[in-house]
């Protein structure tokens, strides 16, 4: 169960070796998780992320998790449920892609929205059921600023996050007075392996912070994060500036 | 002379949440339940059966998720809760079923609220062996969370003035238990996770009077308060101390003591003397339903404490108070706990044992340098502990404080405030937790063991389950 701070003691990480879903685990752990599933595909990589959480003190066990393979999710993530409560699932995975490959290649473009969106709903509707059915728990969505408004540099991505941004509010709103809340995290650009060695964008944030964001908004039961909270002021403004200047902007 | 009594009106506080339906009906939807804190909402089919057999038949029927009895709601935790399982509603089980006038005993159901009792039973001249600071509580509320009042040191518990009770357990059975037997010791603060109180005969305390005889006085820091309240309190029945827990450095821990005795006939003035049992609580409107989070603040906090210490008489004898403005000054807003806005609030109380009184210390003095807007902060001398395997009290001082949950970091703060109380052999109130770390309640509650081992042979199934007992491990 959630304490009345929105702590939970069992964790699900969807994409299991996301730095914004073991920066948030570490956080809960140190808090009061005791129990981790991290959800992934199987590779060294998740079963270090695992032994990384085992020697802070949670109970971590992993699950083969592929977004791409949706007709997989129902049975794997009933599993996960069918061992007891889940108070809280983080929905971590997510591939930036290489918009100018990409774009020359549709096959590569329609892998990130697999990914990023259609994985997603998938993923989700199962979670929420499940979290419906207990009766209790948070879905935490990890959204982009990127899907707020659509830019010349990674559209492609930001279709994909406007899609599961769109999806999660909705689910949010499905779900509202179930006992499940739906929190949607929109950071900004991160700092981690997926943007290692592009130009920083400003209001650049770190795994830590969104971490530390979500710990914030689990607590107030927010439905709606930014990392850092001033891009919600920026993003507003941004949504209304007209076409022609907007793309002359360099953002 | 025994009196037979028609049912309560049903016009109190219930609990502000969607409509119940009667037990019977399948065909409603689970609804948010949260504690008088507000914090960590969860979802039930809420049922509210109209007398005992609607009870037994939805126990009987409950689902795998189980199923957990609820009065008025005034736990402040998740004790009340059953995320995806059933709650129970009691308050309509609300007849007063008998009252011995002569001996002072009153039979009555689960449902009925303290107010109740006090309406009934004050012009009979008769009082409620303990009441807690609000009368919207459910008589089966009292004996499950076993609570207590400002008489602690005078006459224990709630359960130590229950001479029976009916309780519904997970075979759908409906068992009369009485005081001395493990079931009786097991259920009194047991947190409604042996069965579901259906009744209890109580007994009952003589008044001459519905007004209480009130001396005030002032201490000007911990150390103050604590010796006046050692010297003191063996001279009254009633006890208790406000705490000014944002007043720092010498001022630290100042407060105002309040301690009373029932008024007895001659000393009331002629005119009362005319009505001398007459119960009529007044009411402010309620607090309204959007508050912005962070109204209570440090500086209004502040303010707050500074003028209820300066307001309150250096030392002032005999005044003569109603029980509302004695026992229950927050019953006059309905609500009052929407104050802390939609984040909700944290009550925390613990007890520490006489001879830790450093513990105590370090706790007032580490909330006093935080700065935490808490108002309203109570301490209170406890007398000896009672006997239920889960019950709260303990001989020594107990404090409660109320925090707004939005306080950034307070999660940690409060976990190192169970550390100084664990270490010092004390225990924080099931009722009004909301956030215990898990592996402290061993260490708190030495009768954990055989309340678990209890509960695995009378509900292996665990059909009587809440969302503390998930959290906690119960």
């Known amino acids: ?251 | 002379m025994s009196v037979e009594c028609a049912p309560a009106t049903p016009a109190e506080h219930t609990t502000p949440t969607a409509p119940t339906t009667p037990a019977g009906r399948d065909d409603h939807l689970p609804v948010p339940v949260t504690g008088w804190g507000r914090t960590a909402p969860s979802a039930a089919l809420l049922v509210r059966p109209r007398t005992p057999e609607e009870a037994v038949a939805a126990v009987r029927r409950c689902g795998g998720r189980g199923t957990i009895a609820r009065g008025l709601g005034r736990a402040y935790g998740d004790a009340a809760q059953n995320a995806g399982g059933a709650v129970l509603d009691m308050t309509s089980l609300d007849r007063i079923r008998t009252i011995d006038a002569e001996d002072g005993v009153v039979v009555c159901d689960a449902g009925v609220s303290l107010h109740r009792l006090m309406e009934v039973l004050l012009p009979l001249g008769w009082f409620v062996p303990v009441t807690p600071g609000t009368r919207y509580v459910t008589v089966g509320g009292a004996v499950c969370a076993d609570i207590h009042g400002k008489n602690h040191h005078v006459s224990g518990s709630f359960s130590r003035h229950v001479l029976s009770l009916t309780l519904l357990t997970a075979d759908g059975e409906v068992r009369t238990v009485t005081p001395g037997t493990e079931l009786f010791d097991a259920t009194t603060g047991g947190m409604g996770l042996t069965g579901v109180v259906l009744s209890a005969a109580l007994r009952l305390h003589p008044v001459q009077t519905s007004l209480m005889a009130v001396d005030t006085e002032r201490a000007a820091d911990l150390d103050d308060l604590m010796a006046r309240l050692t010297t003191g309190d063996d001279r009254y029945r009633y006890s208790v101390a406000w705490i000014d827990l944002l007043a720092r450095g010498a001022a630290t821990g100042r407060a105002v003591l309040s301690r009373g005795e029932h008024a007895p006939l001659d000393a009331l003035p002629a005119r009362a003397r005319r009505r001398p049992l007459e119960f009529r609580p007044r009411q402010l409107p309620s607090a309204p339903g959007l508050i912005p989070g962070g109204l209570l603040g440090r500086p209004s906090v502040s303010v707050f404490n500074e003028l209820w210490y300066r307001r309150a008489p250096r030392a002032r004898r005999g005044r003569l108070q109603s029980i509302p403005a004695f026992f229950h000054p927050l019953d006059g807003v309905p609500h009052w706990n929407r104050v802390y806005g939609r984040d909700g609030f944290v009550q925390y109380q613990f007890v520490v044992g006489h001879g830790q009184e450093e513990a105590l210390r370090e706790v007032v003095r580490r909330v006093a340098r935080r700065g935490c807007p808490s108002f309203l902060a109570v301490l209170k001398r406890f007398g000896e502990g009672d006997p239920g395997w889960l019950s709260f009290p303990l001989r020594g001082w107990t404090l409660a404080l109320d925090v707004p949950a939005g306080l950034p970091g307070l999660g940690t703060f409060l976990d190192g405030l169970d550390e100084v109380v664990a270490d010092a052999g004390g225990r924080v109130y099931l009722a009004k937790d909301s956030r215990l770390r898990p592996e402290l309640l061993t260490v708190m509650y030495p009768g954990l063991d055989r309340f678990r081992a209890l509960r695995a042979r009378l509900d292996p199934r665990g059909v009587f389950v809440s969302d503390l007992a998930r959290r906690l491990s119960l």
Request: proline residues 5%.
């Open chain 1, 1 to 251: 169960m959630k304490d009345a701070f929105g702590t939970p003691q069992t964790l699900l990480v969807l994409g299991g070796t996301s730095e914004i879903g073991l920066a948030t685990a570490r956080r809960l752990v140190a808090r009061r998780a005791r129990t981790v599933w991290l959800a992934g595909r199987p590779s060294p990589a998740l079963d270090s992320a695992a032994a990384g959480l085992r020697g802070l003190g949670a109970d971590v066990r992993t699950v083969p998790f592929d977004a791409l393979d949706p007709s997989g999710h129902e049975e794997l993530l009933g599993k996960v449920f069918a061992e007891g409560d889940v108070d809280m699932v983080l929905l971590a995975f997510g591939v930036l892609g290489d918009q100018a490959h990409d774009e020359a290649r549709p096959l590569a473009a329609v892998r990130v929205a697999q990914t990023n969106y259609t994985g997603a709903v998938s993923s989700g509707l199962i979670c929420a059921g499940a979290l419906q059915a207990q009766g209790h728990g948070s879905l935490v969505v990890l959204s982009s600023v990127a899907g707020e408004r659509a830019r010349r540099a990674n559209f492609i991505y930001g279709s994909s996050k406007a899609g599961l941004d769109t999806f999660a509010q909705g689910l949010g709103d499905a779900l509202h007075g179930t006992g499940v809340h739906v929190m949607v995290v929109r950071p900004g650009s991160v700092r981690s392996r997926m943007t290692a060695g592009m130009v920083e964008a400003p209001l650049a944030t770190t795994p830590d912070q969104v971490a530390r964001a979500i710990e914030k908004g689990l607590r107030r039961r927010s439905e709606t994060v930014w990392v850092p909270g001033a891009l919600r002021v920026v993003m507003s403004a941004l949504r209304h500036v007209p076409r022609p200047l907007f793309r002359r902007l360099p953002v």
